[in-house]
């Protein structure tokens, strides 16, 4: 398959994805689009390595991005927050 004709079709997907009315017809628990192709700052095309992630793999990868997330920042919103819900508890009663 030619480039431009690759591109074409990875569109064509996509657009077909996002115009999609019925979202239920879409199983979310098994499909996953992974595109392949990389455009770089010079206008060259990359294609990336052909590697298939299992669902384990994946649900592996956000649970490390959440975690780190949480690392991160979950203590600095429990200090700002807290104290707030805090005294709106003890205002109710």
Do not use: C
């Not at 996953?32 to 649900?59: C, P, R």
């Amino acid at each position: 398959m030619s480039e431009p004709q690759s591109i074409k079709d990875t569109l064509n997907i996509i657009r077909k994805a996002l115009e999609d009315k019925e979202p239920s017809s879409i199983d979310n628990d098994n499909d996953v689009l992974i595109l392949n192709k990389l455009i770089n700052d010079d206008g060259t095309i990359q294609v990336l390595e052909n590697k298939f992630l299992k669902e384990d793999e994946i649900k592996e990868i956000l649970d490390q991005k959440i975690s780190k997330y949480f690392k991160n920042h979950f203590k600095d919103w429990l200090d700002k927050n807290i104290p707030n819900y805090i005294d709106k508890h003890f205002n109710k009663k």
